[in-house]
T-cell receptor, first 114, second 111 residues
Framework: GAGVSQTPSNKVTEKGKYVELRCDPI?????LYWYRQSLGQGPEFLIY????????DSGLPNDRFFAVRPEGSVSTLKIQRTERGDSAVYLC????????????FGPGTRLTVL | AQSVTQPDIHITVSEGASLELRCNYS??????LFWYVQSPGQGLQLLLK??????LVQGIKGFEAEFKRSQSSFNLRKPSVHWSDAAEYFC?????????FGTGTKLQVIP
């Protein structure tokens, strides 16, 4: 079956603009995660959804970052008033069920803020 | 809070040689531990995981890792490296769903 997909694969924007990054999880996976990977770093946890609700958003760096998953499937990460420091690869992952299960990662969206 | 240290940023090995990538973690209880591999243009792929039980864990692609509680380590090993193993490797720890990754070790394989 299809894996986790993310669109766009690349996004270039100007400082101060608003961007949306989309994640399509594996069908039937109830858990969805967003990570940010800066150059030379490992992925950094941002937020985790179980179904439609954010179960843990402790990794969101500030209130410019927001994520939704209105129907418990597709998720959108929204960044307002982008800054150059937001440039990174944004990774999405999904997993099945409750408890810890293997997270399957998408290829990521590379965001560049000029 | 949990943390992961991968002390080697970059490692070069010859094809056919053995490999060991180091990982040390910090967490108050027995954690879930993972190794992921990331190839250029590819998503992160899980190599192996440790939850409990046998401290020597077998993974995909011929990799294994050993959990040593006394040393807070979870080193990744492979007896004979192939050129296709060139990639970046991440150790990770999770008390539950929130996974914390190390900074990664980039593996170069030379003929």
């Amino acid at each position: 079956g299809a894996g986790v997909s993310q669109t766009p694969s690349n996004k270039v924007t100007e400082k101060g603009k608003y961007v949306e990054l989309r994640c399509d999880p594996i069908s039937g996976h109830t858990a969805l995660y967003w990570y940010r990977q800066s150059l030379g770093q490992g992925p950094e946890f941002l937020i985790y959804f179980q179904g439609t609700g954010a179960a843990d958003d402790s990794g969101l760096p500030n209130d410019r970052f927001f994520a939704v998953r209105p129907e418990g499937s597709v998720s959108t990460l929204k960044i307002q008033r982008t800054e150059r420091g937001d440039s990174a690869v944004y990774l999405c992952a999904s997993s099945s069920g409750q408890g810890y299960n293997e997270q399957f990662f998408g290829p990521g969206t590379r965001l560049t803020v000029l | 809070a949990q943390s992961v240290t991968q002390p080697d940023i970059h490692i070069t090995v010859s094809e056919g040689a053995s490999l060991e990538l180091r990982c040390n973690y910090s967490y108050g209880a027995t954690p879930y531990l993972f190794w992921y591999v990331q190839s250029p243009g590819q998503g992160l792929q899980l190599l192996l995981k440790y939850f409990s039980g046998d401290t020597l864990v077998q993974g995909i692609k011929g990799f294994e890792a050993e959990f040593k509680r006394s040393q807070s380590s979870f080193n990744l090993r492979k007896p004979s490296v192939h050129w296709s193993d060139a990639a970046e490797y991440f150790c990770a720890v999770a008390p539950y769903q929130k996974v914390t990754f190390g900074t990664g070790t980039k593996l170069q394989v030379i003929p």
